[in-house]
């Protein structure tokens, strides 16, 4: 069966400090990959998806980026955090354009 | 664009009294929709999904949905709440051949014991 592994599960980190959140995927190839991030408890946001290997889309500027490295494998980066940056992320997959995506279990990042 | 919305940030309902969580959707093409439960601290949870075929969808722990493609609605339904029900719920679509999924801003949903 398909799992999903995201850590840490919760992050402080000092403003302009680096960033590096990863996200694995198991028991599937060549998933669709996401990140998103909730602030104050609502809504969700998707900052980056990827379609393969190398391929990256960015749906919001900001001072985040993403990598994926392997094809299981999905890292969310900052050269230096903001206190905007504080949140809740969450990385996800699926497969195919017509399923369900499944959530990691998320990251609470509190930038102080 | 495509955007959903969720119109009620809460909703109260009393433990054995049905229960509604609406959601409404705009897009350009044919829609895939999604509700997906979240509890505090935790990540989201798949319920059900509407791709194609019968209007009413039948998910986990007794949810369902209606797809009223005349009125671009997706409402979530159980007949008899659970205090357990009690969670953060999120609708969410995705055009046909699109890998992005968008989601609603939430509706929390408080069951009264």
């Known amino acids: 069966s398909q799992t999903i592994h995201q850590w840490p599960a919760t992050l402080v980190q000092p403003v302009g400090s680096p960033l590096s959140l990863e996200c694995t995927v198991e028991?599937?190839?060549?998933?669709?990959l996401y990140w998103y991030r909730q602030a104050a408890g609502r809504g969700l946001q998707l900052l980056f998806y990827?379609?393969?290997?190398?391929?990256i889309s960015s749906e919001v500027p900001q001072n985040l980026s993403a990598s994926r490295p392997q094809d299981r494998q999905f890292i969310l980066s900052s050269k230096k955090l903001l206190l905007s940056d504080s949140g809740f992320y969450l990385c996800?997959?699926?497969?195919?354009?017509?399923?369900?995506?499944?959530f990691g279990q998320g990251t609470r990042l509190t930038v102080v | 664009a495509q955007s959903v919305a969720q119109p009620e940030d809460q909703v109260n309902v009393a433990e054995g009294n049905p229960l509604t969580v609406k959601c409404t959707y705009s897009?350009?093409?044919?829609?895939?929709l999604f509700w997906y439960v979240q509890y505090p601290n935790r990540g989201l949870q798949f319920l059900l999904k509407?791709?194609?075929?019968?209007?009413l969808v039948k998910g986990s722990y007794g949810f369902e949905a209606e797809f009223n493609k005349s009125q671009t609605s997706f409402h979530l339904k159980k007949p008899s709440a659970l205090v357990s029900d009690s969670a953060l719920y999120f609708c969410?679509?995705?055009?046909?051949?699109?890998?992005?999924?968008?989601f609603g801003t939430g509706t929390r949903l408080t069951v009264i014991p």
């Open positions: 996800a997959w699926s497969v195919g354009s017509g399923t369900e995506a499944f």
């Open positions: 028991g599937t190839s060549n998933p669709n």
């Open positions: 990827s379609v393969g290997i190398g391929q």
């Open positions: 897009v350009s093409g044919n829609p895939y």
């Open positions: 509407y791709i194609t075929g019968d209007n």
């Open positions: 969410a679509v995705r055009l046909t051949g699109a890998n992005n999924l968008f």
